[in-house]
Structure formats: C-alpha cells, structure tokens
C-alpha cells in the first residue's frame, strides 16, 4: 500500500505558504518530493527523510511526488495552544487543528445557532481546476466581491497543496479558504461541509461561497465511483441552510474520454442523481455544433433545475488574464477553451445575482 524510502535533501526547488518542494536523493536516483512544514517541520538540504513514494512509482499527475513523511533527525517542537478537531483520523499523520465550531473557538457561539446563508450565492463545482475561472468570470464583472473557497477532501487533503489558492488568497480574490471533512489547512476549519457554508459566511463574511473538492479528483469510469459526487451533496447543504446553490458544469471538448465530452457524465450524476434541492444551473452559450450538444446535454437537468444560459462574449479575455495557471487534466485555456468558458459562465451568473 505504501512505497518507502529514505532519502537525503539536496535542493530547494520553492515554496509557497504551507509547503517546500524539494529535490532527495534516493537509491534509485533523485526525485522531487513535498513537504508541509506546519506537519513536518521545514526540510533543509542535507536533512534525512523519510518519504511516501507511491504516488511517484503510480505515475500520478496531479500527485506525482514524493511526499515527505517525516524529518527524523530534526522533528519539530510540540504543537501549542487550542485545537481538538482531528483530521487525516487515525492515520500515522492524524492532525489536531482548530475547528471553527468546536468550543474552544473564537467562533464557536457564533456557529453554534447560525442556520442559514442569508441566501448567499454557493457555486458548487466537481473539479479544483474550475476554482480560479469561476473567479475570472466573477471578477470581470463584479471586481470587490468577498470570495471564500470551502475545499472538499474528495481531492488532496492539505489545502497547501493548492499553489493557486496561495496566490488567490496573496492577491485578495479570496478572503479565505475553509477545509471541511478530513480536508485540512485552510484559514478556517470546519467538521462538515455545512458548518464550512456557515464559517464562510459569518466568520470570514463572504458575499459568495465556491465549493469544490482539492486538486485531484479520483475515477473510476462508472456512474457512481467518482470523488465528485460531493458536488451533488453541496448543491443539498447549501439549499438546506438556505443560500442560493448554482451548479457549474463540467464541460469539455478536449478531454479523450467521451464520457466527459460535452457536459460530463459527473455533472449529470451529481446534478441530476444526487443533488435532491433545486439550484440554478448556467449553460454556456457556446458556438456550433458543440454549443448545441451541451445545451442537448444540460436539458436533462432541467426536470429539477433552472437552466440559465450564459452569454460568453469576452471570458476568453477575462480567462486569458488570470492570476494563476489555468489547467484542467494537463489541459490549458487553449486545448479545452470550452472548459474554462464554462466555469467563467458559472461566475459571470453569480455576479448577477448580488444585489
């Protein structure tokens, strides 16, 4: 189950807030490995370590690291003050962190009558990759907006691991990021996606809520066996704390799978199986024959849902300025345009919707 090795920093390659990409020699050679300082103290060259190398000896894309485990020779001081909430439970890693609902919170008595959403926007979304164009598309239109992410843990635990949520966080586009579940390292903690709803919306006073799982999302080419069925469960927590759920798409031309061409075969789960409450749904108003498949495609939401179409008039540019690297899949703005536009469409509609 797990791939072991010791090995020997040699090099710093960056680092970005909560973690330290590095270069180890290892017996079969170097490899690039990741640590979290705030687990496992801050690597220098020259230190042993202990890594996790199944995901190098997997071929993972998105996880395609070493992962450091520990720094033996130099572990790091005790952990000090509040905190009783465990993530990544009963684990060799299992970490206390501090709940924004748990009683020792600053924030306790606040979430522990909070019931509602004030009818915030909440888009839901099943990939990380469509976080930083639903911002595009939102900020083209409504610039100021306060914007928390709440990051499921379908995808990669730490929210460290995200190097887009470092720099939308340093840029202002987030006021922060909460990690709900066995997610963890967000600006705010939370047990559930709810209490995360609820944290986003009054204690880091957000104006919209973006939902999606971390970077990676796991697959197994059936109906039911993907990591993104949260997105249906997210569409539920945020009509029954009563916000306003707006279910972005996937939608892809360039993906080689065809069960994702067009409107993914995950969003129509999601939105249309497991997603119980109504959202409202935006439909890209995408050129061609392949505009019209999507469209084709989304009607078979709208036996529970709004379908809204989304002009994309100028997204391409908006899309074309952002922040961070836009990927999907190893897919950039240019190899699957209709990705991104969509995601950005899903943004462009919730500008609408502030008063």
């Known amino acids: 189950m797990i791939r072991w090795r010791m090995g020997e920093v040699t090099r710093i390659r960056r680092e970005w807030p909560g973690a330290v990409e590095l270069d180890v020699a290892v017996p079969e050679g170097e490899c690039r490995a990741l640590a979290y300082p705030p687990l496992v103290g801050r690597p220098e060259p020259g230190d042993e370590v202990l890594l996790n190398t199944t995901a190098l000896a997997m071929g993972l894309g998105t996880g395609g690291y070493a992962m450091v485990v520990a720094v033996p020779n130099r572990l790091p001081e005790d952990p000090t003050g509040p905190g009783h909430l465990v993530k990544a439970r009963y684990t060799p890693l299992q970490a206390t962190v501090l709940g924004a609902d748990e009683q020792d ?37 409504r610039p100021g907006v306060r914007v928390a992410y709440v990051m499921l843990d379908g995808g990669a635990l730490p929210a460290w691991f995200s190097m887009s949520c470092a720099k939308l966080r340093e840029i202002g586009w987030l006021s922060g990021v909460v990690t709900v579940g066995q997610a963890f390292g967000g600006d705010v903690e939370a047990v559930t996606t709810h209490t995360g709803l609820l944290a986003a919306r009054h204690v880091l006073e957000a104006d919209v809520a973006i939902v999606t799982q971390g970077p990676g999302n796991l697959g197994t080419g059936t109906r039911w066996g993907f990591s993104g069925v949260s997105a249906g469960e997210a569409v539920n927590a945020a009509a029954v704390l009563r916000g306003r759920p707006v279910a972005a798409l996937r939608v892809s031309e360039g993906d080689k799978r065809e069960r994702h061409v067009g409107v993914s075969h995950h969003s129509l789960t999601a939105y249309g199986r497991v997603a119980l409450a109504p959202a409202q749904v935006p439909v890209p108003e995408l050129p061609g024959a392949f505009g019209e498949r999507v469209r084709d495609q989304a009607e078979v939401l709208a036996v529970r849902h709004e379908l809204v179409a989304v002009p994309v008039d100028g997204l391409r540019e908006a899309l074309s300025a952002a922040p961070v690297k836009l990927s999907t899949m190893g897919r950039g703005l240019e190899e699957d345009l209709a990705y991104f536009l969509t995601s950005a469409a899903a943004g462009r509609h919730v500008a609408g919707l502030l008063g």
């Not at 019931?115 to 239109?141: E, R, W």
Request: glycine share 6%; with cysteine.
């Open 105 to 141: 919170s600053p924030y306790h008595e606040l979430l522990r009558e909070a019931d509602s959403l004030d009818g915030m926007p909440v888009v839901v979304a099943d990939l990380h990759s469509a976080l930083a164009p639903i911002l595009c598309g939102l900020y083209a239109a």
